[in-house]
């Protein structure tokens, strides 16, 4: 049986090729590589293109749930190519309202041009969110990694002055969330409170899944709830959503309050809150640049490895 230092240290291996963009590029790039990745991805993500990601949100639609789409990708480092991926995006948006549907949308601030300087990221991202606005519906930015959280939070408070619907992800194991935190509910926006999947030091993170991690999780978590701050609790541990039930019972059927989980795993939980009366969203990702995203997921649980086998062998 593997012993939980063996499933941190491989969790940290994916985290790392999940950060690893040469490794990244070595396997898009080798056919045979490539579509083994392809059919493993398929269990987190809804498909290459907008279409794809449309008709599950009908679907989900159709048991109750809200959604979230995003176009995945990050660390885009040429202009041109994020303001094409701002294009896709902005096209993906004007698809849904074609097709009678709703959703949040989500993108990291990186995959629209962040990383190659804080203006573009800016531009596109107020881009994004009126054309999000147009459509009836808003915007929630993702985290990213700690050495671009701030960054994140700047460009979503510039984002915020004129789309105050604006959400913006929070990470339980970072020791600066609290913090942020605060900061973020100066505004009106949403906040989603996740536990932080990226590979970080313990210098800035809390182990994941630690007693710490939770405790900061739940502390979030009654802090929005009790100031009756729009919050969607994205996570599908069912024992921490048990532990939040138990404590805040009533007040997470309040209109601020969402149960979100990932597309791929957490169904079965999120037909079970629906049921009960709570306010349920599944987060669906599409596109090629799904890379980072499903490794991140895939470490979450490193068992979930011997399930990406079980895929290639159905696939």
Known sequence: MTNPSELLAAADTLRGWALDERLKQTVMAHPVLAGIAAKIARRYSAGARADDALRLLALNAARGHRGSIECVGESVRDADVASGETEEIIGMIRQLVAGGGTATISFDLSHVGSVVSSELGLENGLRIAQAARDAGTSVMISAEGSDRTDLVLGIWEQISYDFPETGVTLQARLHRTGTDLERVMRRSGPVRIVKGAFLETA?????????????????????????????????????????????????????????????????????????????????????????????????????????????????
């Open 203 to 315: 210098a800035v993170a809390h182990v994941r899944n630690s007693a710490p991690m939770y405790d900061a999780y739940r502390t979030m978590a009654r802090r929005l709830v009790g100031a009756g701050h729009r919050v969607n609790i994205a996570t599908h541990d069912e024992a921490l959503i048990g532990d939040l039930r138990a404590e805040l019972g009533g007040d997470l059927r309040a209109e601020h309050v969402e149960f979100e989980t990932l597309q791929g795993l957490g169904a079965t939980l999120l037909d079970a809150l629906r049921q009960d009366g709570l306010i349920t969203r599944e987060y669906i990702v599409y596109g090629p640049e799904w890379w980072l995203y499903v490794l991140n997921r895939i470490a979450e649980h490193p068992e979930r490895a011997i399930t990406a086998l079980a895929d290639l062998r159905q696939a």
